[in-house]
């Protein structure tokens, strides 16, 4: 079994920052791209950033300019550096990852627990 454990996250007010992480444990022998996705009330879950196990990334244009994703293979762990935030980034935030495991072909896919971030004055 694959275990993404999420950190970080809280109340932030607009303009701040916050930043998560999300580390990753079990039996795999590789992960291929981690990413971060969000869910707001009411509100189907959205891609906010992803990263290749190379460190190319990708944004939702809502977050261009304000989010940095980053990783460190060793570790396992994908963060999320949240700058100048809006009262519409208040979601719960999720850690996804595709992960090889040895003798099972193709990639499978593991979610985290979810981790809230509120922005509000």
């Known amino acids: 079994q694959v275990q993404l454990v999420e950190s970080g996250g809280g109340l932030a007010q607009p303009g701040g920052s916050l930043g998560l992480s999300c580390a990753a444990s079990?039996?795999?022998?590789?992960?291929?791209?981690m990413g971060w996705f969000r869910q707001a009330p009411g509100k189907q879950r959205e891609l906010v950033a992803f990263?290749?196990?190379?460190?190319?990334?990708n944004y939702a244009d809502s977050v261009k300019g304000r989010f940095a994703i980053s990783r460190d293979n060793a570790k396992n762990t994908v963060w999320l550096q949240m700058n100048s935030l809006k009262r519409e980034d208040t979601a719960v935030y999720y850690c996804?990852?595709?992960?090889?495991?040895?003798?099972?072909?193709?990639?499978?896919?593991?979610w985290g627990q979810g981790t809230r971030v509120t922005v509000s004055s």
């Open positions: 996804k990852a595709g992960v090889e495991k040895v003798g099972v072909q193709g990639e499978s896919h593991y």
């Open positions: 079990g039996s795999f022998s590789l992960i291929n791209a």
């Open positions: 990263i290749t196990r190379g460190g190319g990334t």
